[in-house]
């Protein structure tokens, strides 16, 4: 403190010239005397911002953040006793200091001692960047380490993919296998047969054997008799003996004819299995024929349901020609009765549309006619009617333009509201490059066909006396068409 004009005098710490207040009063108050740290980190702060140092104060931290600081922490806090040792340099000096000498010498040290604290801040940045050097070195082993788990995980998975295809094979291989010792199954159960026959062949045979050795016994006991009665019958051993000698000459022989029948018995085995092999082949090509005759025989039942679906369309349409056509150009209502009836035909006989009246797009237009699966097709066989419009040869085909494109609206005729009923609409088109009266399977992805559900079909409101409307109306001009 610099006292002046008595008790006047300039605070060192606030730069104020202090009035009507001593020296020490004035001390024990002021906001600017620096004062040592309450949590005894080293520092010495002003008096008035004691609670902004509490928030950072270097004893707030943790034990694990200071030794996430490491060095740079201790050379933080050397930095901070370098500031004691300032802020001691200024605590309260008598007057004899305020001369001139004393205060270069003062501003010298603290250059020093902030030239110390430079030194220090590079140190702390040089060892921060070797640390960030060293952080940067350890990301890339470690995406290094990465890439090669990567490589080694692709390897791994190409392994298994090998395994699996092997593992395929092994399955077919075994699928073959299996098959391969079936077929010699039943190769041993037919030999087993065979070796059977042969078998009972040979029991025969032996029991044959044993007959003719039975026999043989007999005609030597026989034999001996005749030799002893040799003596006193000669002439009539002499006969016995001619008689014995033809009858072992005709057993002889037949022994000779067994032998070669029992020969002819093992040819006509062997043949056996050649013939049963031919049956085989025989009997598969008879499957075959079996299979092509069968399908010939549903190909002509298809043709004769689709005959007979035109001849009741033709007597239909004979009967009751104005219930099922209008003659508006371009417009026709078609009623087909026996609804269930025939959705039932149509779940039997697959594939083979109904037909409907044959009408023009327009006065001299094209010749078109609506075709109906009732049931469906693939997918959406037995959920959905499927319709299309068939493009046919016209009498009017030399005066119009090809390919056209015709675009109608297929309605589905609410039979109860006939004013304000709840009509089914929906938009077709038909392509067609030529006159022509076939038409191949219907494509599903195509807006050629419009699919109706059966639950819709079967409402009250549209299916009414067994019988449903179908109203095709042609969407304005067909493109291409002429008009005469």
Request: with cysteine; net charge neutral.
């Amino acid at each position: 403190m610099n006292a002046t004009n008595g008790s006047r005098f300039r605070c060192y710490f606030c730069n104020k010239e202090i009035e009507k207040e001593t020296e020490q009063g004035h001390m024990t108050t002021c906001g600017s005397v620096l004062e040592p740290c309450p949590k005894k980190c080293g520092s010495y702060v002003p008096r008035n911002m004691k609670n902004k140092h509490a928030k950072v104060c270097q004893n707030r931290r943790s034990l694990g953040e200071q030794d996430l600081y490491g060095t740079a922490g201790s050379r933080c806090r050397t930095s901070k006793l370098d500031n004691q040792n300032i802020y001691e340099s200024l605590r309260p000096m008598p007057a004899a200091y305020s001369n001139n000498s004393h205060l270069e010498r003062t501003i010298n040290d603290l250059s020093s001692k902030i030239n110390s604290l430079l030194t220090n801040q590079l140190d702390s940045t040089r060892i921060h960047q070797q640390t960030n050097l060293k952080v940067k070195n350890d990301l890339e082993k470690l995406a290094s380490q990465n890439q090669s788990m990567q490589e080694f995980r692709s390897t791994v998975q190409n392994q298994m993919d090998s395994l699996r295809k092997e593992l395929k094979t092994f399955d077919k291989l075994k699928r073959d296998n299996e098959i391969t010792i079936h077929n010699i199954q039943e190769s041993i159960k037919e030999i087993q047969l065979l070796s059977q026959g042969l078998t009972s062949s040979k029991v025969a045979l032996k029991e044959e054997q044993i007959f003719n050795r039975e026999n043989f016994h007999e005609i030597a006991l026989n034999l001996q008799e005749i030799k002893d009665k040799t003596i006193e019958e000669n002439a009539v051993v002499a006969a016995l003996w001619n008689d014995q000698k033809q009858q072992i000459e005709r057993i002889a022989s037949e022994n000779d004819e067994f032998e070669k029948t029992f020969s002819e018995l093992n040819n006509k085995i062997s043949s056996l299995g050649f013939d049963i092999r031919a049956a085989g082949e025989l009997s598969t090509e008879c499957v075959e024929k079996l299979k092509q005759q069968q399908k010939e025989i549903d190909e002509l039942r298809n043709n004769l349901a689709q005959t007979k679906l035109d001849v009741e369309l033709a007597e239909d349409s004979v009967s009751s020609m104005q219930g099922l056509i209008s003659t508006t150009p371009g417009r026709i209502i078609w009623k087909i009765s026996d609804f269930l009836m025939k959705l039932e035909s149509a779940k039997k006989q697959e594939r083979v549309p109904l037909k409907g009246p044959v009408f023009y797009s327009g006065d001299y237009g094209y010749r078109l006619r609506l075709l109906v699966f009732l049931n469906g097709l693939r997918k959406w066989k037995g959920r959905y009617l499927l319709a299309c419009i068939q493009v046919m040869k016209g009498d009017y085909d030399d005066l119009l333009k090809w390919p056209c494109k015709i675009e109608a609206n297929v309605v589905l005729k609410d039979c109860e509201m006939q004013e304000s009923g709840k009509d089914y609409y929906r938009y077709i088109t038909a392509k067609g490059e030529c006159p022509n009266d076939d038409l191949e399977d219907p494509n599903e992805s195509s807006t050629q066909y419009i699919f109706i559900p059966h639950s819709t079909l079967t409402r009250s409101n549209y299916l009414k006396n067994d019988s449903i409307y179908l109203e095709i109306k042609i969407a304005g001009k067909a493109k291409n068409e002429t008009h005469v």
